[in-house]
């Protein structure tokens, strides 16, 4: 899995919700897509250390 997979998936469901700053679930992916995009290499250490333990194999036999 790359981390650039997840964080345009998190991108494309930021822009499913309208722009709304009063509400909640726009608010934190919006916050959630910026401190990711911010912390892009922490981000890769994780989905590289998830990858490793096998969290995405289901997605990945299913891709």
């Given amino acids: 899995?790359?981390?650039e997979t997840l964080l345009a998936e998190l991108d494309r469901l930021r822009k499913d919700v309208p722009k709304d700053p009063a509400d909640i679930e726009y608010l934190?992916?919006?916050h959630v897509f910026a401190f990711v995009s911010?912390?892009?290499g922490d981000f890769k250490r994780y989905?590289?250390?998830?990858d490793a333990k096998g969290a995405f194999k289901e997605f990945?036999?299913?891709s």
């Fill in 38 to 40: 911010y912390k892009m």
């Fill in 47 to 50: 989905v590289d250390e998830q």
């Fill in 60 to 62: 990945e036999e299913a």
């Fill in 1 to 3: 899995m790359k981390p």
């Fill in 28 to 30: 934190t992916l919006h």
